[in-house]
């Protein structure tokens, strides 16, 4: 009987592979290994390929080869990395929980953002949850630093540093190109769909009931590549 792979495993398969690649092509001089590490691009396109639903389109994956190449650098600037996001686990004295509905997808979630360079993780947290909700806030503590791939937060490698903040004042604004909406919500009265709440949910509620507990991460998977049930999520 055949084996239904799930998507987001593909997905971190694809991408596993695709930095593997691109990492070696960024140190490697040797010729023969050139040609061994753009096979393996070659691989992850096509796995990538059925994530998409492109798979019948060759001219797809080689897109995505080519635009992996075009992204190799050389030496210490090629090592291949996770990005870097922060998320904010915004509360008001209602103990009530920000939340934004994204453009891209409709899906709801905390208010999230790429970490600029030149801005510490707070201070891209503080600037973030401004332009994306119209609220003012200060950070609070870290609570969280989650694996989006291995949540299903996003497409592309991130380690997200979710930080619990306080409310300091503002208007709700959604950002007109990034928010659908923005709103504040009680645990019972939470939006669907909301990406990943049974991961971080009772954390967050947590932190902003004044609960101190340890920061939340992804558990070590055994063996550590594999995906073993919920260890996963």
């Known amino acids: 009987m055949d084996q239904v792979v799930p998507t987001r495993t593909l997905l971190r398969w694809s991408e596993s592979l695709?930095?593997?690649?691109?990492?070696?092509l960024g140190?490697?001089?040797?010729?023969?290994?050139?040609?061994?590490f753009e096979e393996i691009l070659h691989v992850a396109a096509d796995i990538r390929a059925e994530v998409d639903g492109t798979g019948d389109v060759p001219e797809d994956a080689q897109g995505r080869v080519e635009e992996w190449l075009s992204e190799v650098g050389r030496g210490v600037p090629g090592y291949v990395t996770p990005k870097v996001a922060v998320g904010a686990a915004v509360?008001?004295?209602r103990g009530e929980l920000l939340l934004i509905q994204r453009a891209d997808s409709g899906v709801w979630l905390y208010p999230t953002g790429w970490c600029d360079v030149?801005?510490?993780?707070?201070?891209?947290?503080?600037k973030e949850v401004r332009e994306e909700t119209g609220i003012e806030v200060e950070p609070v503590r870290l609570i969280a630093v989650l694996d989006g791939l291995r949540l299903g937060f996003t497409r592309?490698?991130?380690?997200?540093?979710?930080?619990h903040c306080r409310s300091k004042g503002g208007t709700l604004t959604p950002h007109p190109l990034e928010c659908r909406d923005v709103g504040w919500f009680t645990r019972d009265t939470l939006p669907s769909p909301l990406v990943g709440v049974e991961r971080w949910g009772e954390h967050v509620f947590a932190a902003l009931a004044g609960e101190?507990?340890?920061?939340?991460?992804?558990?070590?998977?055994?063996?550590?590549?594999?995906?073993?049930?919920?260890?996963d999520r």
Do not use: C, M
């Open 27 to 36: 140190f490697t001089e040797s010729l023969y290994e050139q040609e061994r």
């Open 91 to 93: 509360g008001n004295d």
């Open 18 to 24: 695709a930095a593997i690649a691109k990492t070696g």
């Open 156 to 163: 592309v490698p991130l380690y997200s540093l979710v930080f």
């Open 212 to 231: 101190h507990r340890d920061v939340l991460y992804d558990q070590v998977r055994l063996p550590t590549w594999r995906d073993t049930g919920d260890q």
């Open 118 to 126: 030149g801005y510490s993780a707070a201070e891209v947290v503080v």
